[in-house]
């Protein structure tokens, strides 16, 4: 009996050193070369509480995009935060239209399967309209790459079915 055993096994082989001319008097690692690669499906379950976080998600379940100011500074925070990051007074919700202009952009042809998500996949920063600073978030509905540009309008768009996160409730899209 021997490898057969593991179910889940897809290879075995020697991996090649990958600095070899770093190496002159031989591959220091060359006793650790031999590699078993295997497909090993995890599955965890997390209780998690969003805390001080919480009535941003209640709200996009609302289809309604809170974010929080300081009334002592005034300053709007894009992604909502419980303290004021430049004076640490404790700020107050504030709800925004949901509009906004893309400030930045990201695109990934590749994703970890995790995500779940359609490639190209593209992350956004969004300079809300109402807000002094920037909301990361996924861009959906583009049409083609080519077709996002810094400075085009975006707007909030509100999941209609049933998601694995709070977070999920929410993504952009061109306004």
């Not at 499906?41 to 009535?55: A, C, V």
């Not at 941003?56 to 309604?64: G, V």
């Not at 768009?157 to 709070?166: G, L, N, R």
Request: aromatic share 14%; glycine share 6%; net charge neutral.
């Amino acid at each position: 009996m021997g490898t057969e055993l593991i179910s889940n096994l897809l290879e075995i082989f020697t991996a090649e050193d990958p600095m070899p001319f770093d190496h002159p008097e031989g591959d220091p690692w060359k006793d650790f070369r031999q590699i078993m690669r295997i497909e090993w499906k995890m599955e965890f379950t997390y209780r998690h509480i969003l805390g001080k976080y919480s009535k941003f998600f209640i709200e996009l379940a609302n289809k309604r995009f809170f974010t929080t100011e300081c009334p002592k500074c005034g300053k709007v925070w894009g992604i909502p935060r419980p303290l004021c990051a430049d004076c640490l007074t404790i700020t107050r919700w504030k709800e925004l239209p949901g509009t906004g202009v893309l400030s930045s952009f990201s695109v990934s042809y590749f994703v970890p399967a995790f995500m779940k998500v359609e490639t190209p996949y593209v992350l956004a920063l969004v300079k809300m309209d109402g807000a002094d600073t920037l909301f990361t978030h996924q861009l959906r509905n583009f049409g083609r790459v080519e077709d996002i540009k810094v400075g085009m309008p975006v707007k909030v768009a509100y999941a209609t079915e049933p998601v694995s996160h709070p977070m999920l409730l929410m993504w952009f899209e061109p306004a």
